[in-house]
T-cell receptor, first 109, second 113 residues
Framework: GQNIDQPTEMTATEGAIVQINCTYQ??????LFWYQQHAGEAPTFLSYNVLDGLEEKGRFSSFLSRSKGYSYLLLKELQMKDSASYLCAVLDSNYQLIWGAGTKLIIKP | IAGITQAPTSQILAAGRRMTLRCTQD?????MYWYRQDLGLGLRLIHYSNTAGTTGKGEVPDGYSVSRANTDDFPLTLASAVPSQTSVYFC????????????FGPGTRLTVL
């Protein structure tokens, strides 16, 4: 079966750095996405990785290792507004998105 | 403002009633999707459409139907609602380009009693 694993919940301090991990087992791979979802709102696109390595976009970076079936989202200089759920999703060989359950990130002052 | 709209925002429905959730996008995206999101579970695909005139079943299609008469609209119908269909429903669309990034509507919160 297809599976995406990510921690259920993480807590971090304002101004700090946090890394949210995602491991996946899917039938084929055509890219990995990270989305941010604030409570009661729709998911919004953060990043897309299809090649191994680190993609940096401002305070957010996303890393991919295809051989290890592993990705992480790195958030720097955390702000209170970063409190949200972060969803990892993989585009499989049929171009269907397989979603993880999401990681709820709690930022404390 | 370009994007995806969904209606209604929320709805309380008696079991056995028929309900259509509406979704409209103005980005001229080829593909559209319906997901449900339940606490503790990832987004689960109900139905999708790769282009106008075609539809396909996702992971949890039972009890739901869709149509795609044109590029912009993708309604989701619950023929006879049951309490297990209580959920938040998101519509999304993508351009089917090389990244196939999906963009989401604001969601419909549906409660079936």
């Amino acid at each position: 079966g297809q599976n995406i694993d990510q921690p259920t919940e993480m807590t971090a301090t304002e101004g700090a750095i946090v890394q949210i991990n995602c491991t996946y087992q899917t039938s084929g791979f055509n890219g990995l996405f990270w989305y941010q979802q604030h409570a009661g709102e729709a998911p919004t696109f953060l990043s897309y990785n299809v090649l191994d390595g680190l993609e940096e976009k401002g305070r957010f970076s996303s890393f991919l290792s295809r051989s290890k079936g592993y990705s992480y989202l790195l958030l720097k200089e955390l702000q209170m507004k970063d409190s949200a759920s972060y969803l990892c999703a993989v585009l499989d060989s049929n171009y269907q998105l397989i979603w993880g359950a999401g990681t709820k990130l709690i930022i404390k002052p | 403002i370009a994007g995806i709209t969904q209606a209604p925002t929320s709805q309380i429905l008696a079991a056995g009633r028929r309900m259509t959730l509406r979704c409209t996008q103005d980005m001229r995206h080829n593909a559209m999707y319906w997901y449900r999101q339940d606490l503790g579970l990832g987004l689960r695909l109900i139905h999708y459409s790769n282009t106008a005139g075609t539809t396909g079943k996702g992971e949890v299609p039972d009890g739901y139907s869709v149509s795609r008469a044109n590029t912009d609209d993708f309604p989701l119908t619950l023929a006879s609602a049951v309490p297990s269909q209580t959920s938040v429903y998101f519509c999304a669309s993508s351009d089917r380009d090389n990244t196939d990034t999906q963009y989401f509507g604001p969601g419909t919160r549906l409660t079936v009693l």
